[in-house]
């Protein structure tokens, strides 16, 4: 019993699905898109309406909405059914694209891509036929059919020198950290070295002990060599009472003064206010 109810429920559907639930006696009782076969009293499908895709041509579908076969999306029938770029190919019934158009990469030559937004031919990146193919940073390389930068600026790091970087924003080449083009790329107390092009300290200064002579020492603040204590390069570096030593940079007693007893003769004393004798 369960298997017959379960029967008549799917002819039931059957007959809903096909619009004429207990059959037709008119087209009244179908579809829009349909109409009543008389003799077997069920509706039929319209000649020009369709209910399924396989009711169409091979190059259409049919639409669910208005059961009529339409050209299927990329398939045509005329031109009209195919993009402004394109003809309708009536052997095949495909869209393929008009001359001096592409459907893809394989309509082009072999350093061409398909623009997708204008579906014409054009240079892939890097490739030119002149100058405007390329960026502005570049030139074309007729023979070579390739973009270039110019001097000076560049694509990548291997385009500048090996003291230099590229930078991806200008695409201008800078030094990198540590190294320099020009004296502007040091600091104040540097120039730039043009053959190594580190940055040295200037005439005058300093950036070690090494660039000082031996009684003097390269002050880190100044960059500038400065005497050490006990030594001078100059009288100012010494006490009113004393000279400095040209051989030894060494602050030594003037004659006729003193910095301690010992340099006053038997018996006398050094006055510590005025460096003298007594």
């Known amino acids: 019993m369960r298997n017959i109810v379960i029967l008549l429920a799917v002819v039931g559907m059957f007959l809903f699905l096909s619009g004429c639930v207990g059959g037709c006696e008119s087209d009244a009782n179908c579809k829009e898109w349909q109409t009543c076969n008389l003799e077997k009293k069920i509706c039929e499908v319209k000649p020009g309406y369709c209910e399924a895709s396989s009711q169409c041509k091979e190059w259409e579908t049919c639409d669910t909405k208005t059961h009529k076969c339409v050209v299927k999306k990329g398939m045509c029938t005329r031109d009209g059914d195919c993009e402004t770029w394109q ?17 893809d990469d394989n309509d082009c030559a072999e350093i061409e891509v398909c623009s997708k937004e204008s579906h014409r031919c054009e240079p892939a990146e890097g490739y030119c036929y002149n100058n405007y193919d390329c960026n502005s940073w570049e030139y074309c390389n007729i023979g ?8 000076g600026r560049c694509n990548s790091g291997a385009d500048c020198k090996e003291w230099q970087y590229c930078d991806n924003k200008t695409k201008y080449c800078y030094a990198r950290e540590g190294y320099c083009d020009i004296d502007t790329d040091c600091e104040k107390w540097q120039r730039c070295n043009e053959n190594t092009h580190l940055c040295v300290p200037q005439e005058g200064y300093c950036d070690s002990n090494a660039q000082c002579s031996s009684w003097e020492f390269c002050d880190p603040a100044k960059h500038v060599c400065t005497v050490k204590v006990g030594y001078c390069n100059t009288e100012e570096d010494c006490e009113e009472w004393q000279t400095c030593s040209a051989s030894t940079h060494t602050c030594r007693v003037k004659l006729g003064r003193c910095g301690s007893d010992k ?3 038997t018996g006398g004393y050094c006055d510590e206010r005025t460096h003298t004798c007594h």
């Open 144 to 151: 070579e059919r390739r973009c270039y930068p110019v001097e």
């Open 263 to 265: 340099d006053c003769g």
């Open 87 to 103: 003809l309708c190919d009536s052997a095949t019934h495909m869209c393929k694209a008009k001359a001096g158009y592409c459907m």
